[in-house]
Nanobody, 120 residues
Framework: QVQLVESGGGLVQPGGSLRLSCAASGSIFSINGMGWYRQAPGKQRELVAAITSGGSTNLADSVKGRFTISRDNAKNTVYLQMNSLKPEDTAVYYC??????????????WGQGTQVTVSS
């Protein structure tokens, strides 16, 4: 089993920045793909960003140029740097990780979610 613990959410004004972190523990040798989904009220959960153990990344079109995903394999941690935040980025952000490189469909394990609210 793998446990994912997220941190870094909060309230930020439009145009601001936040950095989310997700630390993995447990059977981490099994982890390849890691990344982030988000779910806004009344909407389906959507993939935001993904990164493989080798460093290949994939970003949703809606966040390209604003968000960056990175990974520290030594710390078993994935990061999501979010800049130029917009109100439409408001959602619960979930860390997702597992054995497959791809996060589509979602991989094996989920974090508990962290709220990101973009509002003035």
């Amino acid at each position: 089993q793998v446990q994912l613990v997220e941190s870094g959410g909060g309230l930020v004004q439009p145009g601001g920045s936040l950095r989310l972190s997700c630390a993995a523990s447990g059977s981490i040798f099994s982890i390849n793909g890691m990344g982030w989904y988000r779910q806004a009220p009344g909407k389906q959960r959507e993939l935001v960003a993904a990164i493989t153990s080798g460093g290949s990344t994939n970003l949703a079109d809606s966040v390209k140029g604003r968000f960056t995903i990175s990974r520290d394999n030594a710390k078993n941690t994935v990061y999501l740097q979010m800049n130029s935040l917009k109100p439409e980025d408001t959602a619960v952000y979930y860390c997702n990780a597992g054995r497959r490189k791809s996060l589509v469909p979602p991989n094996d394990y989920w974090g508990q979610g962290t709220q990101v609210t973009v509002s003035s």
